[in-house]
């Protein structure tokens, strides 16, 4: 017993550096590199990035997310992974953004905010051409489908 406290004390020591370190520079370097998830490109979000797309007209969807958001990943695992949401991303083309709030990161907080939102789980798809929609908190792969619906249906 007395072994694994004193493990679980030096990881809950290193645990406390490391988010000291990280928050004393304002950003986690970790946050800014794609990931590559079920064979989509995750490319971290910033607002000049999402931008740069629109003005491409791409269509563009957005996962604000973080590390300790449990609704987060069981949104990410039900409905981010299906594969026919994952078809529907790749056949309407859809640009995959991640804003990841692990940090609570300012400028996404600001961007939360423009959407009347404090926290994460949000979702929101920007059509090539339109509104931006925003998704419920608890999404389901029917919903990321009828939000990109138009978009996918373009693409046939």
Known sequence: GKLAAAVIGLVGMGGAAAVAHSSAYGHSPH???????????????????LE???????????DFTAA?????????????ADASVIEAF???KVVTLKADWTQ??????KFLAKFGRTGVPFYVFYPANGDP?????????AIVKEALGEQVAQTR
Do not use: H, M, Y
């Not at 609570?104 to 907080?109: L, P």
């Open 31 to 49: 946050v800014q590199v794609a990931q590559i998830e079920n064979g989509l490109t995750w490319e971290p979000f910033t607002p000049e990035k």
């Open 52 to 62: 740069k797309l629109r003005k491409e007209g791409k269509p563009v969807f957005i």
């Open 68 to 80: 300790w958001c449990i609704n987060c990943k069981v949104n990410e695992k039900l409905a981010l």
């Open 90 to 92: 790749k056949s309407g």
């Open 104 to 109: 609570r990161d300012e400028t996404i907080g």
């Open 133 to 141: 929609r925003p998704l419920p908190e608890a999404i389901t792969p």
